[in-house]
C-alpha cells in the first residue's frame, strides 16, 4: 500500500456579505486537496475569524464546514457562512472605520479520514476587508 500524503487545505477567500452595526456577515471559502489514490473524509474543519488589536488576537467570530467526502486526487471548496454578533465586532468595526478597513485572519484545524487514518490539518490566512468592499455591499454592486 502507497504511503498517504497529507490533504492541503487552504483558505480560497473570505468575503463580505453585510455588514450593520450589530452584525458582521461572512462567507469563507475553504479547499481541501486530497492529492491520494483513496477518498476521504472530511470529518469536521471547525474554524476562527479573528482580527487584531492593540498586538493581540480578538475572536469575531466562528464556523465550521462540518462533514464532506473528497474523492480521490480532486479538491472540494466548502463556502460556510459565518455571522458575528459578540462584543469584539463592536472593536472591530471601530477599527474598521477609523482606519479604512481590517485585517482577519481565518484559523482552523480539519480532521480528515483516510481509511482508518485520521489527521488533524491547521490552516491560517490573512486577509484584508476594505471600505471598498462594504461600499460595494451597500450599492449593491459587489
Known amino acids: 500500500m502507497p504511503i498517504l500524503q497529507d490533504p492541503v487545505v487552504t483558505l480560497e477567500g473570505v468575503s463580505l456579505a453585510n455588514v450593520s452595526l450589530s452584525t458582521l456577515d461572512l462567507e469563507v471559502a475553504i479547499r481541501v486537496e486530497n492529492p491520494n489514490p483513496v477518498g476521504a473524509t472530511l470529518k469536521e474543519c471547525p474554524f476562527a475569524v479573528l482580527y487584531q488589536k492593540d ?62 487514518i485520521t489527521k488533524s490539518v491547521p490552516f ?13 455591499i451597500v450599492t449593491g454592486q459587489r
Open 55 to 116: 498586538g493581540t488576537s480578538q475572536q469575531i467570530a466562528t464556523g465550521n464546514t462540518g462533514g464532506a467526502k473528497i474523492a480521490a486526487s480532486t479538491a472540494t471548496v466548502l463556502r460556510v457562512p459565518v455571522t458575528s454578533h459578540n462584543t469584539a465586532l463592536v472593536g472591530a468595526l471601530a477599527t474598521f472605520v477609523t482606519k479604512g478597513g481590517i485585517e482577519v485572519t481565518i484559523a482552523g484545524t480539519a480532521v480528515v479520514k483516510f481509511l482508518m
Open 124 to 136: 491560517s490566512r490573512t486577509m484584508p476587508v476594505t471600505m471598498a468592499q462594504v461600499a460595494g
